[in-house]
């Protein structure tokens, strides 16, 4: 079986976001919502959660399953999308409409993944 290009591209986004993840840590965990405890390990599960699910992406086996789990993981970190959005002080100089925006292209990057399962 052939994997198309845009599966390859997604493992990448994914793989390179995962370890931006431990590059960049205070980034992060800056805008995980204040009612989350332990930003430090829910930024560490995250960023392992995105390159353990790249990989599966390639992996035919795992494919399948690595989707749903894209499609889970975009879910759990939409309150960080919002959090952006509700917190002039986690905005990282980003706009307002830049960050209305990121919200409707996470079910874009659903719909994306769901290709996949």
Do not use: C
């Amino acid at each position: 079986m052939t994997f198309p290009w845009h599966l390859y591209l997604m493992a990448f986004i994914y793989f390179v976001a995962g370890l931006n993840h431990f590059r960049s840590p205070r980034m992060y965990q800056k805008i995980i919502p204040d009612y989350f405890s332990n930003p430090k390990l829910l930024n560490v599960i995250s960023g392992i959660a995105e390159i353990v699910l790249a990989i599966g992406l390639v992996i035919p086996i795992l494919s399948v399953y690595a989707a749903w789990g894209i499609i889970g993981l975009l879910i759990a970190v939409f309150p960080t999308h919002i959090y952006m959005y509700s917190n002039p002080k986690v905005r990282m100089g980003l706009p307002k409409w830049v960050l209305l925006l990121r919200m409707p292209l996470q079910l874009v990057l659903i719909y994306w993944a769901y290709q996949y399962t």
